[in-house]
């Protein structure tokens, strides 16, 4: 059995931070504070799936190691339409060294059984890009349940910030820049009164 904890809105810290919004002439504004006080936290009235910290907890809690997330998942937030999509592209290949040599096969659900592998640049890349657009599914269909790692605004900071210096790091990096994937254990935030998708 998954354990559950109650939201409690979590994730508020973000409502200081400016946030534009358009006014009634269609002009782009900073939102002011109180503006910002009446958005809601995609978590609110959800309630959280955890996968414990350990693949031997995952595995008893029914999580899936999930590619695509880097992490164990609580079966609701398993989005296997997303991890094929993600994989379509190719280059979520999963190697045991930094050069990119000595390539993981089995890749997949194979990958959750170890601490680390390493990835390639454009793998990243890929993986930050179908974040966004997980992050778009569910706010956009609200979906009935999502993972935590799209809920999590370091996440998405740490994904802007990495496309961002991208194209800077192809050119003074050269075409071998590994990625350090540590397995982790991710979260699922379940809404009641929605299906499931």
């Not at 936290?41 to 799936?49: E, R, V, W």
């Not at 349940?145 to 990495?162: G, K, L, M, N, R």
Request: hydrophobic share 35%.
């Amino acid at each position: 059995m998954l354990s559950h904890t109650s939201s409690n809105d979590a994730a508020t810290a973000c409502a200081s931070s400016s946030t534009s919004v358009k006014d009634a002439s269609n002009t782009t504004v900073l939102a002011t504070p109180e503006q910002q006080q009446h958005r809601v936290n995609i978590t609110t009235g959800a309630t959280y799936l955890t996968c414990g910290n350990s693949t031997q907890e995952a595995r008893t809690h029914g999580c899936r190691y999930d590619v695509l997330l880097n992490n164990w998942v609580p079966a609701p937030c398993y989005d296997a339409d997303f991890v094929a999509e993600y994989e379509e592209d190719g280059s979520s290949a999963a190697y045991r060294d930094e050069a990119l040599t000595q390539r993981i096969e089995p890749g997949g659900e194979a990958l959750g059984e170890l601490e680390f592998y390493y990835t390639s640049r454009r793998d990243h890349i890929n993986h930050c890009a179908m974040m966004w657009r997980k992050q778009f599914a569910e706010l956009f269909e609200r979906r009935a349940a999502f993972d935590s790692v799209i809920a999590d605004p370091f996440h998405t900071e740490h994904c802007s910030q990495y496309l961002l210096d991208a194209p800077e790091r192809a050119v003074k990096g050269g075409e071998v820049v590994p990625t350090k994937t540590f397995v982790g254990f991710a979260g699922c935030w379940v809404r009641k009164e929605e299906k499931v998708k």
